[in-house]
């Protein structure tokens, strides 16, 4: 620690001081021990990339304790939109007993995320470009691009059942 800047000490000790409350309150919310120590994680990277705006703070324990508020709640909805995405797959419409637990995309696709196949789904899906606007700025026909969507549907469906 003999090298570490002054802020980086003060980021340390609010960490080490603050994350018993803090993992309580993302574990109350998240309902996920890995997620709230996730969430913390991600809170802590904020901290340090907004530094000046997070030391400058009146109460940065208080600042601290915002942003976890928030990055719990994205993860809530990240959470939300993946659940609803793995629903709207399966054949029936309906619920299945046996959704997966939900992954980051990147990891669970990892063979797929590179492919425009998947990352055309992944805008579709996330970002709720409609078929027009993507096969619009893909410079392809509609049709084309309801077909591309299609394959990647299929093959998000086939990894899935994998994953089941």
Not at 41 to 64: G, H, M, N, V, Y
Not at 81 to 96: F, I, M, Q, V, Y
Not at 135 to 155: H, T
């Amino acid at each position: 620690m003999e090298d570490c800047k002054p802020w980086e000490t003060t980021v340390e000790q609010l960490y080490k001081e603050m994350y018993p409350a803090l993992y309580i309150y993302a574990l109350r919310v998240l309902e996920e021990a890995a997620l709230a120590e996730e969430s913390i994680q991600d809170t802590f990277c904020i901290a340090c990339a907004k530094r000046e705006q997070f030391l400058s703070s009146t109460d940065p324990k208080r600042w601290i304790m915002c942003t976890l508020k928030y990055v719990c709640q994205n993860t809530l909805r990240t959470q939300a939109k993946w659940r609803k995405l793995l629903l709207s797959l399966d054949a029936g419409g309906h619920p299945t007993s046996k959704t997966p637990e939900l992954m980051s995309v990147d990891v669970l696709f990892c063979d797929l995320s590179g492919s425009e196949d998947f990352q055309l789904l992944k805008r579709i899906a996330l970002d709720r470009c409609t078929v027009l606007e993507m096969a619009e700025e893909l410079g392809i026909s509609v049709e084309s691009c309801k077909k591309r969507v299609q394959r990647a549907r299929k093959r998000l469906q086939e990894k899935l059942e994998v994953c089941i």
